[in-house]
């Protein structure tokens, strides 16, 4: 039965379900996929976030909570790989040697450009680079991802010119959409808090603006618009975050965070009076 405190959550859920099952009908995913796939995330969001005093949630619990039944808990507590990488980390030595091309002094020339960097070398080159902001990361790979995605491009003479601040992998490739997970996840994850934070907790910045009687004229302008707003926005917030980086000779221990900013758009046709 269905409580008059769940009802506003689910008719919620229903609204960012939709494109949601959009996208995984246009994959190839089945209800039943994702219904085994929701399962198993249930149970280890149960066991992992909702212990009582700190302590591991048991399965009694864990049952209680999901409102399945103990021996299923136990099954799907077997099949949860806690083993798989985050998507974030591997993106995230893709979007950094981007990111310090733009920024770090050594990559740049006198009037603050990205210089194009021969291969190999001790200073100012694409080895050089790589070292510094994507560490044992194997070169080759990293390197074939780049100019797939047309991040950067290989010159004639051997060397490489940077082509994009950001990492931006070619669309439904597998890089793609693990990207798409993180963002989905960070913007649910920054809702969530906000919504069930305790009083004393910061809220986390979420906000946007929009306008349901905008002429579809206006679209290319708009479109414009926030290209040049929005990826000026995110250079300034890159700028920031790299000026308060943990220090590359710093201990493995010391405290660190993942901090940042998202913009999107928001595009979505109007039928009737628009009300």
Same mark, same amino acid.
């Given at each position: 039965?269905?409580?008059? +405190?769940? @009802?506003?959550?689910?008719?919620?859920?229903?609204?960012?379900?939709?494109?949601?099952?959009?996208?995984?009908?246009?994959?190839?995913?089945?209800?039943?996929?994702?219904?085994?796939?929701?399962?198993?995330?249930?149970?280890?969001?149960?066991? /992992?976030? %909702?212990? &009582?005093?700190?302590? =591991?949630?048991?399965?009694?619990?864990?049952?209680?909570?999901?409102?399945?039944?103990?021996?299923?808990?136990?099954?799907?507590?077997?099949?949860?790989?806690?083993?798989?990488?985050?998507?974030?980390?591997?993106?995230?030595?893709?979007?950094?040697?981007?990111?310090?091309?733009?920024?770090?002094?050594? %990559?740049?020339?006198?009037?603050?450009?990205?210089?194009?960097? =021969? +291969?190999?070398?001790?200073?100012?080159? %694409?080895?050089?680079?790589?070292?510094?902001?994507?560490?044992?990361?194997?070169?080759?790979?990293?390197?074939?991802?780049?100019?797939?995605?047309?991040? &950067?491009? !290989?010159?004639?003479?051997?060397?490489?010119?940077?082509? @994009?601040?950001?990492?931006? =992998?070619?669309?439904? /490739? +597998? !890089?793609?959409?693990?990207?798409?997970?993180?963002?989905?996840?960070?913007?649910?994850?920054?809702?969530?808090? *906000?919504?069930?934070?305790?009083?004393?907790?910061?809220?986390?910045?979420?906000?946007?603006?929009?306008?349901?009687?905008?002429?579809?004229?206006?679209?290319?302008? %708009?479109? +414009?618009?926030?290209?040049?707003?929005?990826?000026?926005?995110?250079?300034?917030?890159?700028?920031?975050?790299?000026?308060?980086?943990?220090?590359? *000779?710093?201990?493995?221990?010391?405290?660190?965070?993942?901090?940042?900013?998202?913009?999107?758009? &928001?595009?979505?046709? &109007?039928?009737? /009076?628009?009300?």
């Amino acid at each position: 039965m269905v409580t008059s +405190a769940q @009802r506003p959550i689910l008719t919620a859920c229903r609204t960012w379900l939709r494109p949601v099952a959009r996208w995984l009908l246009r994959s190839g995913v089945t209800y039943r996929e994702f219904a085994e796939l929701a399962r198993n995330v249930f149970v280890a969001t149960a066991s /992992d976030e %909702f212990g &009582i005093r700190g302590r =591991p949630t048991n399965v009694s619990r864990v049952a209680l909570l999901t409102g399945l039944a103990r021996r299923e808990v136990r099954r799907e507590r077997l099949a949860v790989d806690t083993r798989a990488p985050r998507a974030e980390e591997a993106l995230n030595h893709a979007s950094r040697i981007l990111s310090g091309w733009h920024l770090d002094a050594d %990559f740049l020339d006198e009037t603050g450009r990205p210089l194009e960097l =021969p +291969a190999d070398g001790e200073r100012a080159s %694409f080895a050089a680079l790589i070292k510094r902001y994507a560490g044992d990361i194997p070169t080759t790979a990293l390197v074939k991802e780049l100019l797939k995605s047309r991040s &950067i491009e !290989r010159l004639d003479g051997g060397s490489y010119r940077v082509l @994009r601040r950001y990492y931006m =992998p070619r669309p439904m /490739d +597998a !890089r793609s959409v693990e990207r798409a997970g993180s963002v989905l996840a960070d913007v649910v994850a920054t809702v969530e808090h *906000n919504l069930s934070r305790k009083p004393d907790e910061p809220s986390r910045f979420e906000g946007r603006a929009q306008n349901r009687h905008i002429d579809p004229r206006h679209l290319p302008a %708009f479109r +414009a618009f926030l290209e040049r707003e929005g990826q000026g926005f995110l250079e300034r917030m890159d700028d920031w975050l790299a000026t308060h980086e943990v220090p590359a *000779n710093a201990a493995g221990d010391a405290p660190r965070l993942r901090l940042g900013a998202g913009v999107y758009a &928001i595009n979505e046709s &109007i039928t009737g /009076d628009g009300s």
